[in-house]
C-alpha cells in the first residue's frame, strides 16, 4: 500500500461566467490549467439569489462532457437536443457534447441554499465528434455506503462493493461524495495509472504520508500524488469533500472557452460552426433513473 500525498494545494478564486455567475475556480485556473482528463472544476454556492438569479442563458459546448452536481437548491437545465430537467440537490448530470450541444443552466435556491459542483472532463480524438449523450439520476438513485463516522456517495466508480451511477467509459471516472464526522478516517484504493484530487468544502481534514501531516482545508483543491491508496482523517469539527479521480487521456488539448479539441484549426471550425448556427449535428442519447428502470 502507497498512500498518496497531496502533491499540490490549490485555493479557489472566484471568476463570474454565464450573466454574471460568481463560481469559485480552482481547477482550469493560471495555478493547474487541466489535469488530464479533467478540464475544469467550479464550486458555485451562495445564499444570496443576486449573485446568480441571471444564471447561464444558452451557450454552445463542444469536444469535452460536463458533469454538474447539486448539493443544494436545484439547476433547471435545457439544451438544443430537447432534453430538459430540472437537478435537484443530491442529483447528478452527465453531458458529453461531443460534436456540439448548445444549452443553458438556470440556478434556482431551496430553502434559501444553492450550491453544487460542475467538472469538465475531456473526451480522446476519436470522440470530440461523435454524438451526444446525457445522463440524469435524482438524489435517490445514488448508492451510498456508511461505515463508521463516514458516509460515501458514489456517483461514478466503485466503492465498498457498490458502483456509480454515472458510467464515462473514456476515463473510468471516479467520484465520490464524502461525509466525515469529527475525527473520522476515510480509505480508498486509487489504481496508480489514475490522475485525482480532492476538493474539500466544509470542515477539513489531514494527510500523513511519511510521518508527515498535511492539512486539506476548506473550499482547496488538493491534487493527488502518486500511489495505490487515498487515506485521511477529518478535522475536530469532520469534513465534507468530493474525490475525484481518472484514466488519463494522453492527447493533446487546446481549449478556446466552451470549444475544448485537438488543435487550433478544429477549435477554430467549431467557433465557425457556432457563428454559422452549423454547432448542433445531432440529438443526445438520453439515459436517466426512468430509463434505467425501464
Known amino acids: 500500500m502507497n498512500i498518496r500525498s497531496i502533491q499540490q ?10 450573466a454574471g455567475v460568481s463560481v469559485h475556480r480552482s481547477l482550469g485556473t493560471a495555478a493547474l490549467k487541466n489535469l488530464d482528463p479533467f478540464l475544469m472544476l467550479d464550486h458555485f454556492g451562495s445564499d444570496d439569489p443576486e449573485q446568480y438569479i441571471a444564471g447561464f442563458p444558452d451557450h454552445p459546448h463542444r469536444g469535452f462532457i460536463t458533469l454538474t452536481y447539486m448539493l443544494d437548491g436545484h439547476m ?21 457534447a461531443a460534436s456540439g450541444v448548445i444549452h443553458s443552466e438556470m440556478p434556482q435556491q431551496s430553502n434559501g441554499l444553492m ?12 470522440e470530440k465528434m461523435s454524438d451526444p449523450a446525457y445522463q440524469e439520476f435524482a438524489a435517490e438513485a445514488i448508492p451510498e455506503v456508511a461505515e463508521a463516522g463516514v458516509k460515501v456517495r458514489l456517483l461514478a466508480g466503485e466503492y465498498g462493493g457498490q458502483r456509480g451511477v454515472i458510467d464515462d467509459p473514456h476515463t473510468d471516472l471516479l467520484y465520490l461524495d464524502v461525509a466525515l464526522q469529527p475525527n473520522a478516517v476515510f480509505a480508498a484504493p486509487l489504481a496508480a495509472e489514475k490522475r485525482g484530487f480532492i476538493y474539500v468544502y466544509a470542515g477539513d481534514a489531514q494527510v500523513e504520508v511519511n510521518s508527515r501531516a498535511q492539512t486539506l482545508s476548506g473550499h482547496s483543491f488538493n491534487l493527488l500524488g502518486a500511489g495505490d491508496q487515498v487515506q485521511l482523517t477529518a478535522g475536530s469539527e469532520g469534513a465534507r469533500l468530493i474525490l475525484v479521480a481518472g484514466r488519463p487521456i494522453g492527447e493533446s488539448i487546446v481549449q478556446y472557452g466552451p470549444f475544448v479539441m485537438n488543435s487550433r484549426e478544429e477549435v477554430e471550425q467549431a467557433m465557425r460552426d457556432y457563428r454559422d448556427g452549423s454547432l448542433v449535428r445531432a440529438r443526445a442519447e438520453v439515459k436517466t433513473e426512468a430509463s434505467q428502470a425501464g
Open 9 to 18: 494545494q490549490i485555493n479557489a478564486v472566484a471568476v463570474t461566467e454565464g
Open 115 to 126: 450550491r453544487g459542483f460542475q467538472l469538465w472532463i475531456n473526451l480522446p480524438a476519436a
Open 76 to 96: 433547471e437545465h435545457r439544451d438544443s437536443m430537447g432534453n430538459r430537467g430540472d437537478l435537484r440537490a443530491g442529483g447528478v448530470q452527465w453531458m458529453k
